[in-house]
């Protein structure tokens, strides 16, 4: 995206009170939700203790890839809504068809077709163990909701914040291309594949989403801050939120969040 493209985005996200928060630039932020059973404090992330770690955060701060890392790392399965809406759009089921519309708009998918499909998921067994929530919860009810939850399966959890200066999030945005096969996302910017358009890991042909061009990106980032900021501010007011700059590379992100975890 270039800086004339930029430039008119900023203005109106600002202008429509997306930075009200940090009354800076710099006020995008992403969460980073980690529910887990308390590891004591001082020592280091034991990973059969590990239990569900949620990630939340504007699109395009690199969930998925934190994603992706905490799965090698910890052996629990990431579950990213949007990649089970996506899956449910592609199949054509019912979900999909109905999910697909709001999806397109940047707006957020009703709790009515997010949460069967969610509690579907993490009914599986793979998730009995732990596993990785990307994308969810992305409201203040879905927060509630994933609460008591969790309260019924014993556990407790850690919240990460991700922060990201507004710019780059839209750079980060425009220059996002994911493979369809793998779901492993890459930028033209700042992280390209090695070979230009292939995934490195199957060298799937990359594409880009229909929610990352231009004129949804700014609807998505309204919905993060109308939406997803009162489910920040509840995490919060719980004293579990762990700021983390989402801006430095994937690999220092990746490390800081280890380390913090390693000390809550
Ligand atoms: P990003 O975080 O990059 O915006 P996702 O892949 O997480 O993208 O989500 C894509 C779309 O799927 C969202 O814009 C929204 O329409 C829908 N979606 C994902 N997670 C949720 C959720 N927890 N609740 C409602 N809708 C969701």
Known sequence: ??????????????????????????????????????????????????????????????????????????????????????????????????ADPYMKAGKLVPDALMNPILEERLSQPDCERGFILDGYPRALAQAESLDSMLKKKGLSWHVILLEVPTERLLRLL???????HCHRSYNIHFQPPKNEGRCDDDGTQLVQRPDDKEEVIQRRLETYQNETQPAIDYYSAQGRLIRIDGAQTPEKVAAEIEAKLGVQ
């Open 174 to 180: 425009a220059g996002r291309r994911v493979c369809p």
């Open 1 to 98: 995206m270039t800086d004339q493209a930029i430039q008119p985005i900023l203005r109106q996200v600002s202008r429509r009170k997306f930075l009200r928060q940090s009354g800076s630039l710099a006020g995008a932020a992403s969460l980073l939700v980690l529910v887990a059973p308390r590891p004591v404090r001082g020592a280091r992330v034991d990973s059969s203790q590990v239990g569900v770690i949620i990630l939340l955060g504007p699109p395009g701060a690199g969930k998925s890839e934190q994603g992706r890392r905490l799965t090698e790392r910890h052996s629990i399965p990431v579950i990213s809504t949007g990649d089970l809406l996506r899956d449910h759009v592609k199949r054509g089921t019912q979900f999909g068809l109905q």
